[in-house]
């Protein structure tokens, strides 16, 4: 589903210093796999994760979305193939502040033209499955830290794509609604949704079939990571 | 430090429902003490901490803060209130984003008229108390998630507050961050500082002396918690 071969990205400060965020990092997520990213604040772990959803560029290495080099094309093409694809979960949300939680979960549909009547019973059900059914109607800044979380994971979720990227989705809740969010990506896994969670939550890790670790901008050998 | 009794907080949604966020909230936080307050999401929370910390008024009931009853003073006092007692850690962190980090916690010393050389001091040493060292210079967007998180941590303590209200100062980083973070608020409260922490995960929660339940807008007794 996404192969990563060599994958270096590094921030230049304007002062000249610099930042190496991702330091050569190879890895492959297979169709239909389950996996949690975890590592210390500052590893690279969103930055990672923002260029295996084309959102931002390496600096050298490629990346293969679904048999596409994505490196190799035009940026001009990445919009169509991000939307085609993939479902993406912000460590920050970007809910549109002026729009309600049903208008934010039903923009991607309406986007793709589907009929106004069927996207809102789409976005309902999937806000009801989130335990949001009583606020579907309050915008960002009427709802709890958890709740525009909630949120911002329907709103990924919406157009069953694919590949569900998910930056700490559950950073802002209780282990209770952790569990109905984990079961709920569970479920699509076993429908064939490939999964990447991010997460500095082991119990929320526990859902995944397999733990990637980093560390400063590298990802960890299984001998790395037992401290070999 | 804090008092509040029977307090209420209704919201109203132009449709016309209406969320009860508090349902008379009753709870004495003594001068030092360390209390860690969890509940579900959406059990109000972040209503709680925001009407302590005098960001918000309630719709019936008192908030005594430091001896002052702050609901039956004039709404123009209460900045200078808030100044001088309070170290406020959103949710949402309410970073500055055209201020680095040195700047934004930096920020209250210069409007208290501290000399801006001692100020700098100051604001570094937290910084690096809390491993950003490196990252004194990077704006918000510049930084990873849980870097943000330990800036706006750094900008509530640099005035040394009487009281930290922190609402769950530690959602995005790993365990050792939490460790760095909880530990210097023990610290702190070692020396005398009252502390109120929201917080959905357990190994934080365990550095109070005390935990507090809420759920749906009531704190739970110790019978209720027990399941009784
Ligand atoms: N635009 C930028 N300019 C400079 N440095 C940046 C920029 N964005 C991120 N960084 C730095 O790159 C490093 C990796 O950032 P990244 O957001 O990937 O970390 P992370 O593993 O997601 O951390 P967290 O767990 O705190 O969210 C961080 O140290 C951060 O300061
Ligand atoms: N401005 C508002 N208008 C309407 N409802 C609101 C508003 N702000 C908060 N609420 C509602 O009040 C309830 C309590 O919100 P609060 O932010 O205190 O919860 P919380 O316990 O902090 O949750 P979390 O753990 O998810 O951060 C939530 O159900 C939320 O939807
Ligand atoms: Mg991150
Ligand atoms: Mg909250």
Redesign the interface.
Known sequence: MARLTNVHKT?T?S?G?VVQALRGVTLDIPRGAFYAL?????SG??TLLNIIGSLDRPDTGTITLDGTDITAISPSELPDIRRRLIGFVF??FNLIPTLNALENVALPLKYEGIRRRKAREHAVELLEKMGLGG?I??RPN?L????Q??VAISRALIMNPPLILA??PT???????SETIMSLLSDLNEKGQTIVVVT??PFTASYAERVIRMRDGHILSPDEENGE
Chains 1, 2 share one sequence.
């Open positions: 921030y400060m002062a210093n975890m590592g210390p604040s500052g772990k969103s460590q920050g606020r109607h309050h009427e709890s830290g958890g709740e979380q909630r930056d700490e950073g802002e809740v209780d282990t209770a609604t500095h939550d």
